[in-house]
């Protein structure tokens, strides 16, 4: 489903700031894989999901999205290939427009946009019962603005915008970061929930150890801009905190030291 | 007091042509988040061209839909200098007026001043009758609103006003925020420069001079008319409604200093004193009169907060 190929970029290139984020990444996620990401400080996690969504271009190499090169694809274009969810819960939804009014451009996100009825009154029925499922109460707060809304409750928004036309994959960038831990856990329950339902193919940033190993089917972590752990299956489920850092610590040849990862439960 | 109810239909009618193309500057810079200064080149654009037209013998709608026309693309130019080659959207605005300045004294022949008073006839409004000018003004308000409201609840309409809310968001939900904010500062320039040519008419003439400062009055009434419509109900309709009530508002205020005998060459100074004030006392309060409570964010207010 997703094809990334000797993926390099540099920031700053040719300054004294000159920063290799990626250096010749590869990945291939399977349709259906939910693979969880996890990495120190600038191991270039962020890196690779802006390069995916098309934030940037990179300076050398290829992304493939379900066979479709997207490599030089605008970013609003690729777009309908894609559902994003942001590491800051500002990020994903306009705060002055209405929770409906967000949810109908989602719902035609990659479709041609015309000059009809933009929110419909079929749509609101069936936002009603698409914000039910998130267990929030949101549904009978259909026209309030977003900007109203905590944090957690504009993620669970913005991951019902992201998966509410059925993305070829799903990129979700630490999208529980900045939630306060109870919070954080329910938006991961819902995030699983619709991946589930929805049999996403998911890339998952986390900076929280037992969430990389306990959510999804693979994980890989991430140093200096290479795949240096790469576990599925079962390995992945028998995973210890421990046994991955050690994993770490083997393939790439020094400590796993990051100030944000969340190490123990 | 006999002398204020006597300029008070002018100032009214002056008013809410100034509050139509408020509704342009509301577009570019409460929907789009675009402080737009073409619009001092614009409404200028869209006098000279109606004017011009009407003397050659145009009919006046045709005159008056070219002078759209022309602002919509002073628009499209600002647009495109921001988007396509990245120039700062505040800068594109500044060069596209001066691009205008020049144009519109192209459009004008050369001279500084084109007269109306031999096309009286042809003309929809004009300031020797106030109230069929108030009625005129009125319609075109009604009619823009209307269209407008209409506009931005259609497909394209809720991503232009995404573009301005969120543009990463619009970006990640497929839209083109480079093409949006072109489309937005052609309506909003098309709209001012509907305010020019029902302006040329009233006044009778189109003057190279015309336009200058209007962001600042574009702004006043906006600011001006916000501050009571959003206390009423803060929609867009009302929101509109509340942005030609604010020009009108401002014209009165104009008309009312003029009356006291304040020379008008202060009167520019006076517009952005209105909106130094506007800008400056919310900020100000929030400064220095909320020390004692935390700032509290509107969150979630009757809402679980572990979401």
Not at chain 1, 145 to 167: D, E, N
């Amino acid at each position: 489903m997703l094809k990334v190929t000797n993926l390099q970029k540099t920031f700053n290139p040719g300054t004294i700031n000159a920063k290799t984020a990626l250096n010749g990444f590869d990945l291939h996620i399977a349709e259906g894989d939910f693979v969880t990401v996890i990495g120190g400080n600038g191991a270039g996690k962020s890196t690779l999901l802006n390069a995916i969504a098309g934030v940037w271009k990179p300076d050398y190499g290829t992304i493939e999205i379900d066979g479709v090169d997207v490599t030089n694809m605008p970013e609003h274009k690729r777009a309908k290939f894609l559902g994003r969810v942001f590491q800051d819960p500002m990020k994903g939804t306009a705060p002055d427009m209405e929770i409906a009014e967000n949810l109908s451009i989602a719902a035609r996100r990659g479709t041609k946009r015309r000059l009809v009825w933009g929110c419909t009154r079929k749509d609101r029925e069936n936002y009603r019962s698409l914000l039910a499922q998130l267990g929030l109460g949101l549904e009978d707060r259909l026209s309030s603005k977003v900007g109203l809304l905590s944090g957690g409750q504009r993620q669970a928004v913005t991951l019902l915008m992201a998966t509410i036309r059925k993305p070829k994959i799903l990129l979700l960038d630490e999208h529980t970061a900045a939630l306060d831990p109870k919070t954080a856990d329910n938006v991961l329950k819902i995030t699983e929930k619709l991946v589930t339902e929805h049999k996403l193919t998911t890339l998952m940033i986390t900076h929280n150890m037992h969430d990389a190993i306990a959510y999804g089917n693979r994980l890989i972590m991430m140093h200096e801009g290479m795949v240096v752990v790469d576990v599925s299956g079962q390995e992945k489920k028998r995973m210890t905190i421990n046994q991955l850092l050690d994993l770490f610590e083997k393939a790439s040849g020094s400590a796993f030291s990051s100030d944000k990862v969340i190490l123990s439960k | 007091m006999g002398a204020f109810f006597n300029t008070l239909p002018g100032a009214v009618a002056q008013g809410m042509i100034w509050g139509i193309m408020a509704i342009g500057v509301y577009i570019s810079y409460k929907i789009l988040d675009i402080a737009d200064l073409t619009v001092d080149g614009s409404i200028c654009t869209g006098a000279c061209v109606c004017a011009v037209m009407v003397v050659a013998g145009v009919p006046v709608w045709l005159a008056m839909l070219a002078a759209v026309l022309a602002g919509a693309a002073a628009g499209v130019l600002t647009g495109l200098l921001h988007t396509a080659l990245g120039i700062p959207s505040i800068l594109a605005g500044i060069l596209t007026q001066l691009i205008l300045y020049s144009v519109n004294l192209a459009i004008l022949g050369g001279k500084s001043l084109v007269s109306l008073a031999g096309n009286r006839e042809d003309l929809l409004l004009s300031m020797s009758n106030n109230p069929a000018a108030i009625l005129v003004a009125a319609i075109s308000v009604a009619v823009l609103v209307v269209a407008l409201w209409l506009f931005f609840y259609t497909e394209v309409g809720l991503t232009l006003k995404s573009t301005g809310d969120n543009p990463d968001m619009s970006r990640a939900q497929g839209v083109n925020v480079k093409r949006n904010k072109v489309l937005g500062l052609a309506i909003a320039n098309g709209i001012v420069a509907l305010a020019g040519a029902l302006l040329a008419q009233y006044k009778g003439s189109a003057n190279i001079n015309d336009g200058r400062g209007a962001i600042v009055i574009g702004l006043a009434a906006i600011f001006i008319g916000l501050s009571v419509s959003l206390k009423i109900k803060p929609n867009f309709v009302v929101s509109l409604i509340g942005v030609v009530g604010g020009g009108i508002v401002y014209y009165i205020i104009y008309s009312v200093v003029i009356l006291i005998g304040l020379k008008t060459d202060y009167l520019k100074m006076l517009s952005a004193i209105i909106v130094v004030l506007f800008l400056a006392v919310p900020y100000l309060k929030g400064e220095f009169f909320t020390k004692r409570k935390p700032v509290s964010l509107p969150t979630n207010p009757g809402g679980d907060d572990h979401a």
